[in-house]
């Protein structure tokens, strides 16, 4: 009857309310005072419905642990009832200070609404009031003292705002230090905090809402796009899905990392979390049965000072050695979440583990004893950091659709010599596909452009450290017990990463000329331990053409034995540098316009295959072979590609975007096509058949689709007919050559890492170096034999006098001295080249050996004349002698 009279005096009937009318709504205030009629006598049931509405009200307490809202607002409602029992108290919202304004309790319940919005201020209450409180609120709800909130399951932001008032209001952070020690050391806690949707704990009957609350909870969630507890792990694996608040979360990491106070705690928490997450993740497989599990990695990656040397002694360590035990499936979810998150958190990912390596690295010492591949916590922060390179990958422009048909290998039933000996390990055909790759469906090779450089994630200090003849053993043989970076590639440099490739090419090379060896003495025959090439100058095309051939069909094998080059009629014996100048003329002929193989582009100066060439598809196969033994023998090649030679190379086809540097004057005209604002049909006049060139400048005709003559481009299908075109342009038109092509290079290096270890810019620079000349770094790294110094006369009238040259004289030079007009991988600094002495002053010219980037050079009288002497040998310089 008093519930009934109540809801008269105020105008509404009470069973509109229970009954959930949506015909009826009460203004705020009522809303209030019905709310707080509940401290009355109303039952539970009605009170849990109403304050959902309340908290509903309210912007932020949607994410409020229901019970920490009720606690609140019943202590306002008292204090502005009952007040705090202090008779000197102050605060003007208590009903104790000698300046309040009694309410009735209708007043009051709308005012501790207000309150409670505004995070009002809460008294103490005065000792001689507690006994007198109502028996319903214990001492600990009324007056939370330092002991306060051992109750709180987990924490959302409001929690902490209240926490956070809490302490400000008494100077004392005790009570916050204590509940961020304790959530954030807890996995089960810190799994359930800042949620999207609170956890349901069947344990606390203030957190089971009635079922129409339930069905409101369900239709916001398919509103807002936030999951339920009970969705599958499929669905979850959408980072959308995740059930942390990350923005709630980003606020709550923003109060608390201004305090000082705050810091220690969570340090120490995550010191004490950390071991048994690695526990539970390595022997419970918690993240199968709990993919929720997933939120305590995101909770703690969001603090933004896990940099800081706080944590890099001994809690992020810890953190990443537990971090790595996560499942597959987990961290590609995490790196799909990163990626959605942009570039500055993936920035921050990326310095954060960088730096752990970097400290770790400088405060240790390494040796051939002591590996960095034996550090757990470098070892652990490296595959961390991939989670943030495929972050980078996913976050960036990625084509996973254009790949080359690649050809699968015939399985033999056979043995190989290499089985029969135990060493299939050694020379398998490469590594297996990176399991987080797999998962997540991209490779590095799909990547347009990252949403972080590729540089950032190579970690100097650990290229420095690395012995990479002990990391290619891991690599190759030990993969399974052994940690070797070069399976994480992204943190290695192209200087390291084309060490690890010299060692692996080396030891096939060592292997076939054992297996060579052994075969000899079986069969009684002459040993040929290495791969002989005789030819003609005049006829180098022809001589090396049918000697590889032969080679290639007879014993493919061969082609992995060292190559040993002679011409004939020359005494000059191949230590690598009549190598060097046999791929030089090689190329020269072969990239003749003369000849036709390739056609040359006159503003790119680029060379690009001629889709009408006469030559036949073994001549392309002896350009591919070429480029393949040119890396497998470390020689450097004058050859001038576009990059979409290189990614068809490593599995991808030509698009659109490639055209920008193979053919830009194309790529413009497509672009501008897309971009075109008017009536593209009638203005452009354009149709699905398309021209080009032969060889001899005559039109050649062709259907993007059948009798496309007849299908007009449209502002609806141009993009459909600029994607055809470059498709024909970079794919159809030349298939036949770059099928016989790829086939030459793949006879090389299909068992190599190459493709593992490479990205297409980087397989560039390993086959033609760099076009950058340094010759301060040069002078720098040069070493002096035969009486010669850095300090000697003639040396420093010799570097003034190259330093003093030309473009193309510095690079006739270095084609003098090393057999190449390229800088290595690293730059000329990383060339090691010798001066010798040659004897007292003489007409004699310098002189060369290419084989071992030597110079030997006379001891002339003045500078003018080394000058003219070092000129006439470098301008005139060519073919082999013995000195």
Known sequence: MLVMKIGQKIGLNITQLTNGSKSVRPPPVITGCIFMVKFIIITELFFQRTVHRVCRSVPESSRMNRATAKHLIERY??????????????????????DFRPLDKNSAAAKALELFKINAKLCNPHPSEKDSLDGEMSETDLCPTKEDFSDVPYLTENTVCMILSFCEERGDYSALIRIIGRIFSNSDALTKSFRKDEPVDAENPDSCEPTDVDEQEKQSSETTGASLPDEGLDEMLDPCEVTVDIDALRRVYDRLLSLDQVEAALVNALVYLTPNMELDLEYLDVYETNPDYLNIFIIVLENSNLHSPEYLETA?????????????????RLSKLWSRYGLAHIRRMTETFQQLITF????????GETLVNDDATVVAATQCLKVAFYASILGGAVDVEHNEEEEEDSESDELTLHELLGEERLYNKGPPVDPLEKELGVRPVDCIGPLLPYEDFVNESLNDVVEMDKDFTFFKVNAETKFSFQSCPFILSIITKNQGLYYDNRIRMYSERRLTALYSMVQGQQPNPYLKLKVRRDHIIDDALVRLEMISMENPSDLKKQLFVEFEGEQGVDEGGVSKEFFQLVLEEIFNPDIGMFSYDDDTKLFWFNSSSLENEAQYTLVGLVLGLAIYNNCILDVHFPMVVYRKLMGKKGTYLDLSDSHPSLYQSLKKLLEYGGNVEQDMMLTYQISHTDLFGNPILYDLKDQGDQIPVTEDNRQEFVDMYADYILNKSVESQFKAFKKGFLMVTKESPLKYL?????????????RKLDFEALEKTTEYDGGYSKDSQIIRDFWETIHSFGEEQKRLFLQFTTGTDRAPVGGLGKLKMIIAKNGSDTDRLPTSHTCFNALLLPEYSCKDKLRERLLKAITYAKGFGML
Do not use: H, W
């Open 758 to 770: 490479f990205r297409p810019e980087e397989i560039e620079m390993l086959i033609c170096g760099s």
């Open 316 to 332: 992020l360590p810890q953190f990443c050695k537990a971090m790595s035990k996560l499942p597959v499936a987990a961290l590609a």
């Open 77 to 98: 409602f008292r204090q502005l009832t009952d007040g705090c029992g202090n008779g000197d108290c102050t605060n003007e919202f208590c009903a104790s200070c000698r």
């Open 360 to 367: 770790t690295v400088v405060s240790n010492e390494y040796d």
